[in-house]
């Protein structure tokens, strides 16, 4: 899959939980986008998706507080490959 078709397929869920799209952009290596997610206190996300191989695609979402006394962050990664 495309990165840019990668990186929409999961934006469209992040949507689905009520993140909020702040801004991003995608192309033929890397589509990326930041977000606000909803419910109480001042959290933030992004998505990465990053060509790694021809055949790979790796996955990122990291999650965070701006103030961290609201519990710090989660970061996740992912990757896949066709072969």
């Known amino acids: 899959m495309p990165v840019a078709e990668l990186q929409s397929h999961f934006a469209l869920q992040l949507e689905r939980a009520d993140w909020k799209r702040v801004g991003g952009s995608a192309d033929d290596t890397v589509g990326w986008s930041s977000w606000q997610l ?36 989660h970061v996740e990664g992912m990757t896949f490959s066709s072969g």
């Open 38 to 73: 909803p419910g109480a206190g001042n959290w933030s996300g992004i998505l990465l998706v990053l060509a790694s191989r021809p055949d790979e695609r790796f996955l990122y979402v990291r999650i965070e507080a701006s103030d961290p006394r609201e519990g710090g962050g």
